[in-house]
């Protein structure tokens, strides 16, 4: 960042936020779906307020200026933290504008970001605090870089800091002294070294890591009593944690064979049955699925009103755990009757039932996908993602 006598200070880019419609809180959302939260103000040493960030080191970055590496903290209006560094270096800072999740392709600067952008993706996962102090070091040391008593926290703060700006504005940090006002010459050697590491021939780049999905689809989810509903095909790339119902005593659910399923039992590509034992009351339920996964790194942050009111973006520079439920709905009727409503097979626009405990009209096709607990926040995916450029 530039020094705090401007406006602020540093920061970084990256992933896409997910299209999404908002059935739930708004709290985490801008108007169009996206995560926001600002930086909060905290007092400085000398009792004035500044940016919350850990500080790094002062850099000497060849532009006649003091830059100073931070890892700023964001607070999302749903009450979650983040860690994040900056992108646009002569850009200063706000506090005081909200800043939205954006895709990589809605950077709202010229420069070398977005031809740089897997490089910096990689920069941030095998930085710091996306790699920690020790697993850092023993990285580095595994790729055959020396450094002076290990990593430090401020040392890694200012070669990632660093790093990122050399791919996002094109900048280069001075090898022979890269920290402006540090004489130590072991901090000064680390920094070029970790620097080094991140900007050399080892960074292959990283692409748009796709956020955790869980989604549930059936060709059938009506039936009669004495019989088997299903099946259900469950897909996701998280890891399923429960497995909970929404059903009357006695109706399971359940494998092909009729074994009684847990949510461990549960993985990508299972198929479930819903079965309902003979001489059961007509009546409908559901059943909920719970995955968890990585929010990765990366994710791009951009001020809301860029064009009216410009800000220093950010990106963010570790991951965080994040749930995601569907729910899939069921109906029957007394054996022998027929069904009331006709099957519904997967991707069409047609809803098998009643959404279970999720505040969504019936109308929801349910095998769209399922529901993000981003922070907090309850939100129907729509997509993945959205597409780079």
């Known amino acids: ?29 801008a108007d169009d779906g996206a995560a926001h939260g600002r930086v909060p103000l905290v007092k400085g040493p000398d009792g004035k307020m500044i940016p919350k960030a850990t500080v790094g080191y002062r850099l000497n970055l ?39 999740e954006r895709p990589w392709n809605k950077y709202p600067a010229k420069g070398p970001f977005n031809d740089n952008s897997a490089k910096i993706n990689w920069v941030l996962h095998n930085g710091y605090p996306g790699t920690g102090l020790d697993a850092l070091g023993k990285a580095l040391k595994k790729a055959g870089v020396e450094l002076h008593d290990g990593v430090s926290e401020q040392e890694a703060i200012a070669a990632t800091q660093a790093a990122v700006w050399h791919f996002s504005d094109g900048v280069k940090l001075d090898p022979t002294k890269p920290l402006d006002e540090e004489d130590d010459p072991g901090h000064n050697a680390d920094v070029a070294a970790l620097y080094a590491y991140f900007t050399g021939d080892q960074n292959k780049g990283i ?26 095909s469950v897909a996701t790339s998280g890891d399923i944690t429960s497995l909970s119902s929404q059903l009357p005593d006695g109706v399971k659910i359940t494998d092909a064979d009729g074994k009684e399923l847990k949510g461990t039992d549960v993985k990508d590509g299972s198929k479930l049955f819903v079965d309902v034992p003979a001489g059961t009351k007509p009546g409908k339920g559901a059943f909920t699925l719970k995955a968890t996964g990585e929010l990765d790194t990366g994710r791009l942050f951009v001020a809301e009103n860029y064009d009216r009111t410009p800000a220093q973006s950010l990106i963010v520079a570790d991951s965080e755990k994040t749930e995601v439920t569907a729910n899939a709905p069921a109906s029957w009727t007394e054996a022998g009757a027929p069904t009331t409503a006709p099957s519904t097979p997967a991707g069409s626009n047609g809803g098998g039932g009643d959404l279970a405990n999720t505040g969504v009209d019936a ?3 349910f095998t769209v996908g399922g529901l993000l607990l981003g922070g907090g926040a309850l939100m129907l995916l729509l997509n993945r993602r959205r597409g780079r450029a």
């Open 62 to 100: 060849g532009r006649g200026g003091n830059y100073i590496a931070e890892l700023f903290e964001m607070k999302l209006s749903n009450g979650s933290t983040l860690k994040l560094y900056c992108v646009q270096i002569t850009v200063g800072l706000r506090t005081d504008v909200d800043m939205v």
């Open 207 to 232: 692409g748009e890591q796709p956020k955790p999905t869980l989604n549930i689809a059936a060709d059938k989810t009506e039936g009669a009593a004495g019989g088997k509903i299903g099946p259900y």
């Open 363 to 365: 109308a929801v096709p």
């Open 1 to 29: 960042m530039q020094v705090r006598s401007t406006l602020v200070r540093g920061g970084i880019a990256a992933l896409a936020a997910a299209a999404a419609v908002m059935i739930g809180s708004p709290a985490a959302l």
